[in-house]
């Protein structure tokens, strides 16, 4: 008989967004006539603009064309066209990341998950507390020992390093999800100072990164000197294009990123990760990596941003909402995340429990990405304006009534 790898018997048995969706069906079952909004998952809505399709047309096009035809791509990393693009995009924010340090993926989920393969179960991994649950449960999966730092209210859920203690590989997310934040260069800083000092590899999640408007902030882990020796970075077309139903990303290993081995040898992390993908990835389809690099045109990423802002403004009237209120929040500003402290000192899933109930919107408990997000709340600005506007003006209404 063969053995189960047990370790996929220590994850949560539900997903939290299996538990949020039962919750729904059993209150439409009980008020067939509620209107519900939904501001929970963290999907986008708007179409993909149309000089992205126009590219992933053609590229389809060609592939029905004896001369234009391409089966397999020899290197698996992406067509040097998509890579070269988004190499320029990095250096439009001053993050000087070259095409051949940059491998195409179907999304900066699979990578989070699969560079696990690449380091050995002994190492001690660092999550920040509340995080996106795939950085835990790809770790759980192989066994490994995980310590969290701190994100919480006094550190304006932007968790930095504790010398005194020891860290190997070490998970950060900016903007985050699902609070919101951003860390601040001095802030990225010191995370680069403290992977040197152990010697520890930051794997970066920007998935977000499009949603920062203050100049000030950086946009990849790689606008941080040094960094190009401690940090691989994922980002993804995701939330940046749409692309959640199109399927692309982005990893970037940098040639000077080495690991002593275990007989003394200095390996290339970007070599590993390479022989990795070359035997178990077979790249993204051609189609995908046109209309990927039409984003990163000038028309494209004007035509990109018009969606984004349509988010930002989302996120604007529910992060105004809040301080009309007078509710405790973070993120909004740089992110499409609002993530807000419930009112009363309620817990999360009780105050899910509430807001469906008396007005019919979801968000995703806090609780649900770590023992930090226990009270807090998030909410997308992914959706409809008008939908999210109704949802702000009942929000108002339960949270006046509830603090009267
Ligand atoms: N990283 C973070 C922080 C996310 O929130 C998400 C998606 O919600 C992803 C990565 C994965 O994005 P995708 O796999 O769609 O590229």
Partial sequence: MPQLNENFLRLEKNYLFINIAKKIKAFKEAVPSADIIRMGIGDVTLPIPPVVIEAMKKGCDEMGVKETFRGYEDSGAGYDFLREAVSGYYKSFGADVAADEIRINDGAKSDCGNIVDIFGNDNVILVTDPAYPVYVDSNLMCGRKIIYADSNEENGFAAMPDYSVH???????????????????????????????????????????????DPAVPRSIYCIEGAKEVAIEMCSLS???????????????????????????????????????????????????????????????????ENIAYYQENARIIADTMTK???KFTGGINSPYIWFKCPNGMGSWEFFDLMLEKIAVVGTPGAGFGKNGEGWFRLTAFGDRQRTIEAMERFSGLVSEMTK
């Fill in 167 to 213: 860290a190997d590989i070490i998970y950060l997310c900016s903007p985050n999800n699902p609070t919101g934040s951003v860390y601040t260069r001095e802030q990225l800083e010191v995370w680069v100072d403290y992977a040197k000092k152990n010697n520890a590899v930051i794997i970066y999640d920007s998935a977000y990164e499009a949603f920062i408007t």
């Fill in 239 to 305: 939330k940046t294009a749409g692309f959640t139903g199109m399927r692309c990303g982005y990893t970037v290993v940098p040639e000077a990123l080495k690991v002593i081995a275990s007989d003394g040898t200095e390996v290339s992390v970007a070599q590993i990760w390479g022989r990795r993908q070359g035997s178990k990835f077979n790249g993204v389809s051609y189609p995908v990596q046109c209309a990927a690099a039409a984003v990163f045109t000038e028309e494209g990423l004007r035509q990109i941003h």
């Fill in 325 to 327: 209120l007078g509710v």
